[in-house]
């Protein structure tokens, strides 16, 4: 039975909730503030809401006319989209043979792999640059994709086994007694039970390949290039260009804004899964 | 007969796209998000048709600029044909083989290397070959609000003044009640930042960064001096929060009308001076940066230059880029269609003689003069074993040129003394430079 909360309590919590709510969301905001403004009123000081010069859609134009949005927009997709598929195929037989076949040391491969994510990317930026350069890879999406995959991958892992683990052993048991060889066992009947885990990985995991930037700055150049680089070019030493700086990070986030506001229920649901047993 | 003529034309234009695609190269050019290199990535499409390359601009962010080319080009990683770099990086690349030697471009009459300003050239070579061709190059001098100096009774300087004088003049129009600071100087940390101007403010007052020996001297009487006027002066005439503050907020706090003098680049000039970006387009004067116990090395000099890695596969074609980018008529093609004002500064003789340029930039002049009062190679009061003015042109100057930046920003917050952020900063330098051999 639900506990009882007054009335009091709840409209502290939603009053919390909102206040917590608008300052996570004010930076965005404020983004989204700057980049109708011109660079003028962008860097007034102190700064103002108000548009003195008034509103402006220039800063997207001038932004599109200068740098190709779409090519860039394209290698984000291309990457995040296939290191978050490339993941999977590594991820799920890796997380099922974890959660149901476990070995004595599995919970310290398990940990093994998490420690990498603990170690600074940039320790092993030379490295890979070598490798990248010696295999022709250096500012090539596969080269991309592939990096981010490997550095996706605990977390796909550790996401996958977390939700696989919560599937009863006892429902593979029953499809091994009908038949089910390892690959039917993982494709037609794991799988579609984990579809929740497997889908709001797939989402955690396109936000985060989409917002890496230290991978995508370091091995790309013209080609190659995401939309983190097309951000990362309104920076400027001589000049500030706030305005454009606000529409590019705005035309950078959209896209993935949007997903994730269509995707919330399901990313949440996702996240929850088998959080209540 | 037709079907023979047909064939004919199909086969003479299937060897011309052959032959074509055969000559025409695709380059990469790494650059930053200054207005001359957007002007240039603008005017490139003519220099694009005219020769039927092609090339892709990847625009970074300066540190980030750095960061990736430097990896790049000591990994031989060819990522780049072109590279936008400065006045120390070039001979720091240079000497280590990294870039391209460019000494044949004297070779060319239609280029007329000597037209750019010997000091410039001499700035982007190292030992003796040229690695380099310049952009814009500048120095540092001192906005004034003319409005504001008449208000207050000061006539404007006709000779160098001192810091001291400088203080006073700044004591006399620093009104805050109306918004307006007596003074905004770099604050925000960084060897690139706040060191730039703190660098030849300290070679004012007699200070050198290493001696003969190479031994750091940061904790000299000298630094201590100058340590202690930079923070008086923008502890009582600066901004608040000035350890923000680095060029590019300052520029936008002068051009807003909020800030009374300002020492900086004179690249920020032609921006300053233009109505549609400035309110105080009309009211700023300039005037050479002050001195103190010496004139010496009381201006930077810095270059944004054109270099090709070592490790580019298409040198010819990124060599016949610099040449058309650096090219008297590729000035005179930013004057005709930008404006004058829009022009590169500190490059050719022949456009600082442009009576177009003249006209529509008075303060060209005065920017060629302080340039011509820079001398990378005898930058300060006593003798020391480096050249480069606000830099010292030695690989282990950035690490410590940031260390000591945060340390000076630190006694800037009041969050240290100026001797023990000073006393730190030696240690730090002393410790490094053994580190790096420079100290037995």
Not at chain 1, 157 to 178: C, K, N, Q, S, V
């Amino acid at each position: 039975m639900a506990r009882a909360v007054s009335n009091k309590t709840k409209t502290i919590n939603t009053v919390i909730a909102g206040t917590l709510g608008v300052l996570m969301f004010f930076p965005i905001l404020w983004i989204i503030i700057l980049s109708f403004k011109t660079e003028e009123d962008a860097v007034r000081a102190p700064l103002e809401v108000l548009f003195q010069s008034g509103w402006t859609t220039d800063n997207f134009s001038t932004v599109q006319a200068r740098s190709d949005y779409f090519r860039h927009f394209s290698n984000s997709v291309i990457i995040s989209l296939g290191s978050t598929l490339l993941g999977l195929v590594v991820a799920i037989p890796a997380a099922w043979s974890m959660a149901f076949v476990p070995a004595r040391r599995t919970k310290d491969v398990l940990m093994w792999m998490l420690s990498t994510k603990m170690m600074p990317p940039v320790g092993v930026l030379v490295p890979i640059y070598l490798i990248f350069r010696d295999t022709g890879l250096l500012d090539s999406r596969v080269g991309l994709t592939v990096v981010l995959m490997l550095i996706n991958l605990p977390i796909i892992i550790w996401m996958l086994y977390t939700y696989f683990r919560e599937i009863p052993g006892e429902i593979l048991e029953a499809a091994r007694m009908d038949g089910a060889g390892l690959k039917e066992e993982i494709l037609y009947v794991l799988t579609p039970m984990a579809v929740p885990g497997i889908a709001s990985t797939i989402l955690l995991n396109i936000i985060l390949a989409w917002n890496e930037a230290f991978w995508t700055l370091n091995l790309t150049a013209a080609n190659a290039a995401p939309l983190t680089a097309f951000i990362a070019s309104y920076s400027s030493p001589e000049g500030l260009f706030y305005a454009k700086l606000s529409a590019a990070s705005i035309m950078a986030i959209a896209p993935i804004l949007i997903m994730g506001w269509f995707s919330q229920k399901q990313l949440v649901r996702g996240l929850t899964f088998g959080a209540v047993k | 007969m037709k079907l023979k003529k047909l064939l004919l034309s199909a086969g003479t234009m299937a060897m011309m796209a052959v032959s074509g695609s055969a000559w025409a190269e695709e380059i990469t050019i790494a650059t930053v998000n200054n207005n001359d290199m957007i002007v240039m990535q603008e005017l490139a499409p003519k220099w694009e048709e005219a020769t039927g390359n092609k090339i892709n601009w990847v625009v970074l962010e300066e540190n980030v600029l750095r960061q990736r080319t430097t990896q790049d080009i000591s990994t031989n990683g060819g990522s780049f044909d072109i590279m936008f770099i400065g006045a120390y990086e070039t001979p720091i690349w240079g000497k280590n083989g990294w870039l391209a030697s460019l000494d044949d471009f004297a070779d060319d009459a239609a280029y007329d290397l000597n037209d750019i300003f010997q000091l410039v050239r001499n700035g982007l070579s190292a030992e003796g070959h040229l690695y380099a061709v310049p952009l814009y190059s500048e120095t540092s001098f001192t906005y004034y609000r003319s409005d504001l100096f008449e208000k207050a009774g000061i006539a404007k300087p006709t000779e160098q003044i001192t810091y001291d004088q400088f203080a006073e003049m700044v004591s006399k129009v620093h009104d805050p009640e109306n918004g307006v600071y007596g003074t905004c100087q770099r604050g925000k940390a960084g060897w690139g930042e706040n060191m730039a101007f703190v660098g030849t403010l300290a070679n004012a007052f007699g200070a050198r960064w290493f001696d003969e020996q190479w031994q750091p001297q940061l904790d000299s009487p000298e630094w201590n001096a100058a340590i202690h006027y930079y923070v008086d002066l923008m502890t009582k005439y600066g901004p608040p929060g000035a350890t923000a503050n680095g060029h590019n907020e300052n520029r936008a706090l002068f051009k807003d009308g909020k800030c009374a003098t300002w020492v900086d680049a004179t690249s920020a000039a032609n921006d300053v001076k233009n109505p549609a970006n400035s309110k105080v387009a009309d009211v700023t004067d300039f005037f050479q940066a002050p001195k103190q116990a010496t004139d010496k090395g009381t201006g930077w000099f810095w270059s944004w230059a054109l270099a090709i890695p070592a490790s580019s596969q298409k040198v010819d074609t990124a060599k016949d880029f610099l040449k058309w980018a650096t090219s008297k008529e590729y000035f005179q093609m930013v004057g005709e269609t930008k404006g004058w004002v829009a022009v590169p500064s500190g490059t050719r003789a022949s456009i600082h003689e442009d009576p177009r340029l003249l006209e529509a930039a008075p303060f060209a002049e005065t920017i060629k003069n302080a340039i011509f009062s820079v001398d990378p190679a005898d930058p300060t009061r006593d003798p020391v074993p480096y050249t480069g003015v606000q830099f010292v042109a030695i690989p282990e100057f950035q690490g410590i040129g940031n260390f000591v930046g945060q340390q000076v920003a630190a006694a800037l917050a009041g969050q240290m003394s100026v001797e023990d952020a000073l006393s730190a900063s030696q240690d730090f330098a002393v410790r490094e430079m053994t580190k790096a051999g420079y100290i037995k």
